[in-house]
C-alpha cells in the first residue's frame, strides 16, 4: 500500500453520465494530482493542487472536472465524456515543498459507453 | 516543452541476465529524473531516482546514470528475477521544476 486510496477502482459509464472520481492520502502531503493514462502512451498530467490550490491544468477539456476540499482528498468530477476518455485515472501525492517522489494510488478504470 | 523518449517499449531477458532501459529528454533545465515501477493492477511506484548534481546513483540491484551534456539517463538491473517483470517508467521535471513529464513505458519480461 502507498498510502493513496482511489474510488472505484472500476467505473463504466455513459457519454451522459455524471460519476465522480476520489482519491484520498493518508501521507501528510500538501500536493496532489491527477494523471491520465492510455494504453502505449506516456502519462499524462491533468491537474496539480498544492496546498489545496490548483497549479496546473494541462489544457484539460472542461469535461473533467477537478475538486480538492482538502489537502488530504481530490475528486474528478466527470460529465458528457467521450469513448476516447476511456483510460485509467491514476491520483498521486507528494510533500509539495519542490518536485519530488510522488505516491501513486492503484488508478480507477473507466470505460465510457 | 519537455519530450522525454524512452527505449525499448518491450524487453525480455533471461533470469540472471542484466536489463537496461535508456531514456531522452531534451530540456537541459531539467534536473530531477525518476524511474517507476508499475504492476499489473497498481499504480506506479518510485524504485529510484537521482538529481541533475549527481551522475550515478545505485540501490542494490538498481543503477541509474546521468548524462546531462548528451541529455540522457538510463536504468539498470542486474541479476534479474522473475518478479522483476512490469512496466517501467522513466520521467524528467520540466524546465521550471514544476511537473514531470514521463516517458511512454517499457515492458520488461524476465524468462526464469
Known amino acids: 500500500e502507498t498510502g493513496v486510496t482511489q474510488t472505484p477502482r472500476h467505473l463504466v459509464m455513459g457519454m451522459t453520465n455524471k460519476k465522480s472520481l476520489k482519491c484520498e492520502q493518508h501521507?501528510?502531503?500538501?500536493?496532489m494530482y491527477w494523471y491520465k493514462q492510455s494504453a502505449k502512451k506516456p502519462l499524462e498530467l491533468m491537474f496539480v493542487?498544492?496546498?489545496?490550490?490548483?497549479?496546473e491544468n494541462n489544457s484539460v477539456p472542461s469535461r473533467f472536472s477537478p475538486e480538492c476540499p482538502n489537502s488530504s482528498h481530490l475528486f474528478l468530477h466527470l460529465h458528457t465524456l467521450q469513448p476516447e476518455d476511456s483510460a485509467l485515472y491514476l491520483c498521486?501525492?507528494?510533500?509539495?515543498?519542490?518536485?519530488?517522489?510522488?505516491?501513486f494510488g492503484p488508478g480507477t478504470r473507466l470505460t465510457v459507453t | 516543452g519537455e519530450n522525454v523518449e524512452q527505449h525499448p517499449s518491450t524487453l525480455s531477458v533471461q533470469e540472471g541476465d542484466s536489463a537496461v532501459i535508456k531514456c531522452t529528454y531534451s530540456d537541459s533545465a531539467s534536473n530531477y529524473f525518476p524511474w517507476y515501477k508499475q504492476e499489473l493492477g497498481k499504480g506506479p511506484q518510485l524504485i529510484i531516482d537521482i538529481r541533475s548534481n549527481v551522475g550515478e546513483k545505485k540501490d542494490q540491484r538498481i543503477a541509474v546514470t546521468l548524462n546531462k551534456t548528451a541529455k540522457h539517463f538510463s536504468l539498470h538491473i542486474t541479476e534479474t528475477q522473475p518478479e522483476d517483470s512490469a512496466v517501467y517508467f522513466c520521467a524528467a521535471s520540466d524546465g521550471y521544476g514544476n511537473k514531470l513529464v514521463f516517458g511512454a513505458g517499457t515492458i520488461l519480461r524476465v524468462k526464469s
Open positions: 498521486a501525492s507528494s510533500q509539495g515543498r519542490e518536485l519530488d517522489e510522488q505516491y
Open positions: 493542487y498544492n496546498f489545496k490550490e490548483q497549479t
Open positions: 501521507l501528510g502531503h500538501n500536493a
